[in-house]
């Protein structure tokens, strides 16, 4: 089976910076996605990896590991709005994502 | 439509009663997804469909059966409902040509309490 993991919480102060880390085991690998989802809201698209490094977008930034099974999602200048669940997924080839259980972030003041 | 679109919105159902849920999308994309997501267990694929006609089983589709007749529509069918059944379930497509690249949009998700 496939293997995903990351912390179940974390909370950070407005303006500050977070990382969410993802470890994974999976039967193959075809690149990484990062996904947030708001309470009671459906999951939406934030990053995709699938050669090791760092994709930047804005405020976030991914990275990837391919030889330790390693990624990272960089939440920067947090804002309120960015509490939120955010779920690590691994495109493990035939078109399929298996998600880790999501890491919730709560921002405060 | 913009998207995926999915109904009920939320359902309360006895158990052993049929139910169909219903799942839309206007993107012409390929591949369609099931999901149902519980608290700490995250999402868990269901059944999905690489392509109108075809069908297969995810991690967990004791209880579900999918049909993929055309290729804007999914709907997943629960036979006999069971209140482990009780879930939220959100409904996926993504337009999966072949490359490794295979983002896939949610629709809003459908509350599913099973008595």
């Known amino acids: 089976g496939q293997n995903i993991d990351q912390p179940t919480e974390m909370t950070a102060t407005e303006g500050a910076i977070v990382q969410i880390n993802c470890t994974y085991q999976t039967s193959g690998f075809n690149g990484l996605f990062w996904y947030q989802q708001h309470a009671g809201e459906a999951p939406t698209f934030l990053s995709y990896n699938v050669l090791d490094g760092l994709e930047e977008k804005g405020r976030f930034s991914s990275f990837l590991s391919r030889s330790k099974g390693y990624s990272y999602l960089l939440l920067k200048e947090l804002q309120m709005k960015d509490s939120a669940s955010y779920l690590c997924?691994?495109?493990?080839?035939?078109?399929?994502?298996?998600f880790g259980a999501g890491t919730t972030v709560t921002v405060r003041a | 439509i913009a998207g995926i679109t999915q109904a009920p919105t939320s359902q309360i159902l006895a158990a052993g009663r049929r139910m169909t849920l219903r799942c839309t999308q206007d993107?012409?994309?390929?591949?369609m997804y099931w999901y149902r997501q519980d608290l700490g267990l995250g999402l868990r694929l269901i059944h999905y469909?690489?392509?109108?006609?075809?069908?297969g089983k995810g991690e967990v589709p004791d209880g579900y059966s999918v049909s993929r007749a055309n290729t804007d529509d999914f709907p997943l069918t629960l036979a006999s409902a069971v209140p482990s059944q009780t879930s939220v379930y959100f409904c996926a497509s993504s337009d999966s040509s072949g490359s490794s690249y295979n983002e896939q949009f949610f629709g809003p998700g459908t509350r599913l309490t099973v008595l």
């Open positions: 993107m012409r994309h390929n591949a």
């Open positions: 997924a691994v495109n493990d080839g035939d078109y399929k994502l298996s």
């Open positions: 469909s690489n392509t109108a006609g075809t069908t």
